[in-house]
């Protein structure tokens, strides 16, 4: 016994000093201060442009994104809802249902089609610009939708 008395503290010390391996893990971005890039899209979006075309300023069309992955928007003068995933600076659209008013102007009737056909189940890519205050939807069906955050 007393022969393994000394072999037992030295595996014991030695045990005790090997440093042990530690998983190697990305540090968190949103602990370290910076948000991930997708996170500053959930916002709500104010429509201002279709192809490059400006909307009239008193249009008040939105995108509401705030609470993904529920997200609803107004193009034209009814409520759309949907539910949307964001990967890799795509947002992923699915199924969409809206309240069925009758539009009493022709704009809104055409945008709330446009929009629906653009992007309905639709993996529609998208970038932010201006410090993330620019948020534009590349449709694919060619068309580009630009919003300003609120």
């Known amino acids: 016994m007393r022969t393994l008395s000394p072999l037992l503290i030295v595996f014991t010390l030695a045990a005790c000093t090997a440093p042990a ?12 201060g910076a948000e991930p890039a997708h996170a500053a899209v959930k916002a709500q979006w104010r429509l201002t442009a279709i192809d490059g075309k400006p909307l009239p300023a008193a249009a008040r069309y939105y995108l509401d994104l705030s609470e993904l992955p529920r997200a609803r928007a107004k ?7 949907f539910n949307a995933r964001i990967a890799r600076n795509t947002l992923n ?36 610009q201006q410090q993330s ?7 694919p069906n060619g068309s580009v939708w630009t919003f300003e955050r609120f």
């Open 93 to 128: 659209i699915g199924t969409m249902t809206s309240t069925l008013m009758a539009c009493t102007d022709k704009l809104s009737n055409q945008l709330e089609s446009a929009f629906a056909q653009a992007v309905q189940e639709q993996k529609v890519p998208y970038r932010l």
């Open 75 to 81: 193009i034209g003068c009814n409520n759309t809802y």
């Open 133 to 139: 205050k620019t948020l534009i939807l590349n449709a």
């Open 21 to 32: 391996k530690q998983p190697s893990t990305p540090p968190d971005p949103i602990a370290n």
